[in-house]
């Protein structure tokens, strides 16, 4: 059974830098497609990035596109979003998901991580 953990987020201003990183527990998280979504408040939950099984294949959100980066370590397991010029709408709980459909559709993912308050404040 695949267990997902997430770490660093936190409170920056806008402009800064945020690593977040995702640590899979679980057999077959290494031939599972990650991925990171986040929910404002009163909204949905939204693709932010993700990437294969093999890491050879990434998406991005258009608000991504540019200031984000998403990489795995599949020796740890571990999925990272590196997200670079923050902006205060990135201000959401930030989650991790594996799965092996829809790579861009949160019904693609069928674990998810705790979730990770992200604040950008102006």
């Known amino acids: 059974q695949v267990q997902l953990v997430e770490s660093g987020g936190g409170l920056v201003q806008a402009g800064d830098s945020l690593r977040l990183s995702c640590a899979g527990s679980?057999?077959?998280?290494?031939?599972?497609?990650m991925g990171w979504f986040r929910q404002a408040p009163g909204k949905e939950r939204e693709f932010v990035a993700g990437?294969?099984?093999?890491?050879?294949?990434?998406y991005y959100a258009d608000s991504a596109k540019g200031r984000f980066t998403i990489s795995r370590d599949t020796a740890k397991n571990t999925v990272y979003l590196q997200m670079d010029s923050l902006k205060p709408e990135g201000t959401a709980v930030y989650y991790c998901?594996?799965?092996?459909?829809?790579?861009?559709?949160?019904?693609?993912?069928?674990?998810w991580g705790q979730g990770n308050q992200v604040t950008v404040s102006p």
């Open positions: 998901g594996a799965g092996r459909y829809g790579l861009m559709v949160a019904t693609g993912y069928s674990t």
């Open positions: 679980g057999r077959t998280v290494s031939s599972l497609n």
């Open positions: 990437i294969t099984w093999s890491g050879f294949n990434t």
